[in-house]
T-cell receptor
Framework: NAGVTQNPKFQVLKTGQSMTLQCAQD?????MYWYRQDPGMGLRLIYY???????DKGEVPNGYNVSRLNKREFSLRLESAAPSQTSVYFC??????????????FGSGTRLTVV | GIQVEQSPPDLILQEGANSTLRCNFS?????LQWFHQNPWGQLINLFY???GTKQNGRLSATTVATERYSLLYISSSQTTDSGVYFC???????????FGAGTRLTVKP
């Protein structure tokens, strides 16, 4: 039982390049989330998907797009990377959304550097 | 959105000491979780505790929802307890969890 799997674990991009961060969960959870963590700070929500087929913006969505491919997979895309997007990205899943009272399971993170 | 404040921001302990970490939040919550981020960056869910008290080994947590705070207790601390402890809260009317800035705990041998 792998939980939440993220790929890649590390990535270096040049400014303007695009890439997709992959996330998959095997717990049959309904909700999935993308967070970013900047040095010395807590996590900030980028996008979430309350259920298959739906996505919504979080606190810091600018510069990102997401796709809920199916119940298991939720991808995050950077269309034109900027140095301000250098961060550690975490994917998480839960049975329900944050306001519904369920615990979160996090992946191990993707460390992204944009030069 | 809900504001979350954690204190203290940094805490240094000798192995074997006890500690209390605090999380204050600005509105009613339907979800409150405590996480430990280890030195390798992995986030581990410690407690789901929107109200009441729970215990798991040397760790326990109490949330007083009416007074809008939660406490995480660590007893007989060990060096493996080092890392950053985050409180995250979710309200009744929003679908995302807001994280505090964390408490960085260092346990010295």
């Amino acid at each position: 039982n792998a939980g939440v799997t993220q790929n890649p674990k590390f990535q270096v991009l040049k400014t303007g390049q695009s890439m997709t961060l992959q996330c998959a969960q095997d717990m049959n959870h309904n909700s999935m989330y993308w967070y970013r963590q900047d040095p010395g700070m807590g996590l900030r929500l980028i996008y979430y998907s309350a259920s298959e087929g739906t996505t919504d913006k979080g606190e810091v969505p600018n510069g990102y797009n997401v796709s809920r491919l199916n119940k298991r997979e939720f991808s995050l895309r950077l269309e034109s990377a900027a140095p301000s997007q250098t961060s550690v990205y975490f994917c998480a899943s839960s049975e329900g959304t944050g306001g519904s009272g369920y615990g979160y399971t996090f992946g191990s993170g993707t460390r992204l550097t944009v030069v | 959105g809900i504001q979350v404040e954690q204190s203290p921001p940094d805490l240094i302990l000798q192995e074997g000491a006890n500690s209390t970490l605090r999380c204050n939040f600005s509105d009613s919550v339907n979800n409150l979780q405590w996480f430990h981020q280890n030195p390798w960056g992995q986030l581990i869910n410690l407690f789901y505790i929107p109200s009441g008290t729970k215990q798991n080994g040397r760790l326990s947590a109490t949330t007083v929802a009416t007074e809008r705070y939660s406490l995480l207790y660590i007893s007989s601390s060990q060096t493996t307890d080092s890392g950053v402890y985050f409180c995250a809260v979710g309200g009744y009317n929003n679908n995302d969890m807001r994280f505090g800035a964390g408490t960085r705990l260092t346990v010295k041998p």
